[in-house]
């Protein structure tokens, strides 16, 4: 696919409903959709008419999918429209969707919270207070907040040298916070993986693989592959 583009593409992901079947592309300055029998049936995601760069992230939920920006706030675009949703959340690097809401981190931050996780309204994306419905996760540990993934209803929070899970049933007062490992952590987040009830990541140190409360080194054969490699977790 050529023309239309000003740089080269990264996947997002696939929107499928009933009615659609899409995937999501970026080049870094606009937002693409295309037709998943027909690549070069492609349109542009606009919001207010204006294209919308800096997309980090994207996922579907609830036919819609969701999208995270590093330069301005979360957007949801419907299966039939080109037009944008604005989410009024906050910028990200990654997102998700547990327990009927909408889940941000920044590993970009450039204000030292890249250790805040940010969440949504109760069933709805598009409401934010970002001033008070946040997690700091391991505040003064110097790691980053990386990626994020659900599994066994449970959100596991993987930062840069450490592993976190939190249950977040009822009212925030309620949720359970902690950390399940103190020494493993994630340097990608397009690393994170659910194969067979396992989340699979890459570590500093090599491929783990866990199911919440193991962890499990895989590639350990190969571990002087990864060991003292300048990754960048950002």
């Known amino acids: 696919v050529t023309g239309a583009f ?13 009615t659609v079947d899409k995937v999501y592309v970026t080049d870094g300055a606009k ?6 029998l027909d690549y070069g049936a492609h349109e542009e995601i606009t919001y207010l008419g204006n294209s919308i ?3 980090s992230w994207g996922f579907q939920s ?5 999208i995270a920006c590093t330069s301005s706030m979360n957007y949801g675009v419907a299966p ?3 037009n944008a949703i604005a989410g009024n959340g906050p910028k990200g690097t990654f997102a998700l969707a547990y327990k009927t809401r909408m889940w941000i981190i920044n590993t970009l931050d450039t204000t030292g919270l890249e250790y805040r996780l940010y ?13 008070t419905d946040f997690l700091d996760v391991g505040y003064g540990d110097g790691s980053p907040i990386v990626a994020m993934a659900v599994l066994a209803d449970t959100l596991y929070i993987f930062k840069s040298e450490s592993v976190w899970s939190l249950q977040a049933d009822g009212s925030p007062s309620n949720w359970v916070l902690r950390q399940v490992n103190p020494t493993v952590g994630c340097v990608g987040r397009g690393t994170v993986q659910i194969i067979d009830g396992m989340i699979y990541f890459l570590s500093r140190t090599g491929v783990y693989r866990t199911d919440g409360t193991t962890f ?6 190969i571990r002087n592959k990864f060991v003292n490699r300048p990754f960048s977790t950002r």
Do not use: C, I
């Open 6 to 18: 000003s740089g080269s593409l990264r996947l997002l992901g696939r929107q499928r409903t009933a």
């Open 31 to 36: 937002l693409w959709r295309m037709d998943t």
């Open 53 to 55: 760069p800096d997309v």
């Open 62 to 66: 609830r036919d819609n999918f969701q």
């Open 80 to 82: 039939g429209s080109a």
């Open 119 to 131: 969440f949504s309204a109760l069933g709805a994306y598009n409401s934010w207070t970002t001033a």
């Open 216 to 221: 499990e080194e895989v590639s350990g054969k």
